[in-house]
């Protein structure tokens, strides 16, 4: 007889387990695959973002349809990590269940995170470059390079209070889907396990480090060949104002209030 529970989602104690488990195994990786696998998952978040920016620039679509559209192919860039196999940072951030429970040391903790956010970078740059060069961005009379411009100062001109807030609760929401996708057991269970939760965040416009990282580079390559908008420009030093308190808020919604609320309740040995 077939076993049916291979046709059922893991229970969420079980997804616990398994994220635990895999991120011991992520903190022990070695340096060059962890780097390659970093680079990859950057420039998939970008392929994500570049999809979300074509919908966002046709403005004949109305507001819902053009947000909740944008997210729902922006969710590519996720998937593409959860199942062709990628290191992103964000969802890393879930490596705190296992170094509550001593599994991993605090110092393999922070260096995953590290080169992690290092090679998303690279890879999100990387991928910037080759989609400049390929003209993509005059498609749609050049609306689409106008608006990654326009979203970039957008992101440029966040307060720090609000980009740190936009980052915890974007990556409550990508943790979520990384955590759901644990619970399926084929592509199709993780493909809608991400696909809401990745919705969700772009339609209600929080702040995802790595997509930023993807953006506002391409957005400093548009303005270098004279698409400008609003006459102001997008900067390296308004690119890091940006980055940092969205990496600390991703770190907060993602560590603090999925991997340590989980922790605390699925996985949490009580004291005797």
């Keep these: 007889m077939p076993d049916t529970d291979s046709l059922n989602a893991y229970t969420p104690v079980e997804i616990a387990r398994r994220v635990e488990a895999?991120?011991?195994?992520?903190?022990?990786?070695a340096l060059l695959p962890l780097a390659m696998l970093s680079v990859l998952?950057?420039?998939?978040?970008?392929?994500?973002?570049?999809?979300s920016v074509m919908v966002r620039a046709d403005t004949s679509l109305g507001f819902a349809a053009s947000t909740f559209l944008s997210g729902l192919?922006?969710?590519?860039?996720?998937?593409?990590?959860?199942?062709a196999g990628a290191e992103l940072f964000t969802g890393n951030n879930l490596l705190v269940m296992a170094w509550a429970d001593g599994r991993i040391t605090s110092a393999q903790v922070?260096?995953?995170?590290?080169?992690?956010?290092?090679?998303?970078?690279?890879?999100?740059?990387?991928?910037?470059?080759?989609?400049?060069?390929?003209?993509?961005?005059?498609m749609n009379a050049g609306a689409v390079g106008q608006k990654?411009?326009?979203?970039?100062?957008?992101?440029?001109?966040?307060?720090?209070?609000?980009a740190f807030a936009r980052g915890v609760l974007c990556n409550i929401l990508v943790c979520m889907a990384v955590w759901m996708a644990m619970g399926g057991r084929s592509v199709v269970d993780k493909a809608v396990a991400v696909m809401f939760p990745v919705m969700a965040f772009v339609a209600a416009g929080f702040e995802h480090s790595i997509a930023n990282m993807y953006l506002m580079p391409q957005a400093m390559l548009l303005q270098a060949s004279g698409v400008l908008a609003d006459g102001v420009l997008v900067t390296w030093q308004g690119m890091l104002g940006n980055l940092a308190p969205v990496i600390l808020g991703n770190l907060a919604g993602g560590a603090v209030l999925v991997g340590g609320v989980y922790w605390t309740i699925y996985l949490r040995q009580p004291r005797v």
Aim: glycine fraction near 12%; hydrophobic fraction near 65%.
């Design 22 to 29: 895999a991120g011991e195994t992520k903190a022990r990786m």
């Design 41 to 51: 998952a950057g420039a998939f978040i970008g392929l994500g973002a570049m999809l």
């Design 73 to 83: 192919v922006f969710s590519l860039g996720l998937l593409m990590v959860v199942v």
């Design 110 to 138: 922070l260096r995953n995170w590290l080169i992690v956010c290092l090679g998303n970078l690279v890879g999100a740059i990387g991928l910037a470059w080759l989609v400049f060069v390929s003209g993509h961005t005059s």
């Design 148 to 162: 990654v411009v326009q979203i970039a100062l957008a992101k440029q001109a966040l307060p720090l209070w609000s």
